[in-house]
């Protein structure tokens, strides 16, 4: 599975939108992007996920960009409760593929 | 959280002694899933399941036993605990069913001490 490259920490100021990086300049044609979050001490909550097309749900929209070398994921109105670490994984389709988490980005968002 | 329930939530134990994680899902789905997640790192992968009565190995599996009896249940077991054993454990299962999917749920999670 591709290696994902994300910043250690980012703030947001509560209200606005929170940008959130992911390189992933070595991912193949067949491979998935996906977005969690884990809040202190909870266990991690799925957010989104893409192929090639951008996503949007309830929670947030995933930017890919057109050669998917990188993604956003855009939390548009941040609120205090989307402080969290947020995970950008890459990862194959097909029955054994895993989860690969790395150390994320802590998101803080700021009243 | 309803759909994955872990037990115990705390656990310390004593180096070289035994134990076994429960994780039981709700849902009726086929794949399960065990990971550790050391202070300030990311998640890693113990042991999988992708259906009932099989099993098979993530990126930390040495140190463990699951067995995966019933479609519900995927218990981990620590025959003689190690203090690089301490972790957080969780437990997670597909939000749904058809084919292989990345959307997981996870436990709260079952903070072991190993001393």
């Known amino acids: 599975d591709a290696k994902t490259t994300q910043p250690t920490s980012m703030d947001c100021a509560e209200g606005r939108a929170a940008n959130l990086p992911c390189n992933h300049s070595t991912i193949s044609g067949n491979e998935y992007v996906y977005w969690y979050r884990q809040i202190h001490s909870q266990g991690p909550q799925y957010i989104i996920h893409?192929?090639?097309n951008n996503e949007t749900n309830e929670m947030a929209s995933l930017i890919i960009t057109e050669d998917r070398k990188s993604s956003t994921l855009i939390l548009p109105h941040a609120t205090l409760r989307d402080t969290a670490v947020y995970y950008c994984i890459v990862v194959g389709g097909g029955s054994n593929y895993k989860l690969t988490f790395g150390k994320g980005t802590l998101l803080t968002v700021n009243p | 959280n309803a759909g994955v329930t872990q037990t115990p939530k705390f656990q310390v134990l004593k180096t070289g002694q035994s134990m076994t994680l429960q994780c039981a899902q709700d849902?009726?789905?086929?794949?399960m899933y065990w990971y550790r997640q050391d202070p300030g790192m990311g998640l890693r992968l113990i042991y999988y399941?992708?259906?009932?009565?099989?099993?098979d190995k993530g990126e930390v599996p040495n140190g463990y036993n699951v067995s995966r009896l019933n479609k519900r249940e995927f218990s981990l077991r620590l025959e003689s605990a190690a203090p690089s054993q301490t972790s957080v454990y969780f437990c997670?299962?597909?939000?749904?069913?058809?084919?292989?999917?990345?959307?997981?749920?996870f436990g709260e999670g079952s903070r072991l001490t190993v001393l």
């Open positions: 849902m009726n789905h086929n794949s």
């Open positions: 997670a299962s597909p939000l749904q069913d058809f084919g292989w999917t990345g959307e997981l749920f």
């Open positions: 399941s992708a259906s009932e009565g099989t099993t």
């Open positions: 893409g192929l090639k």
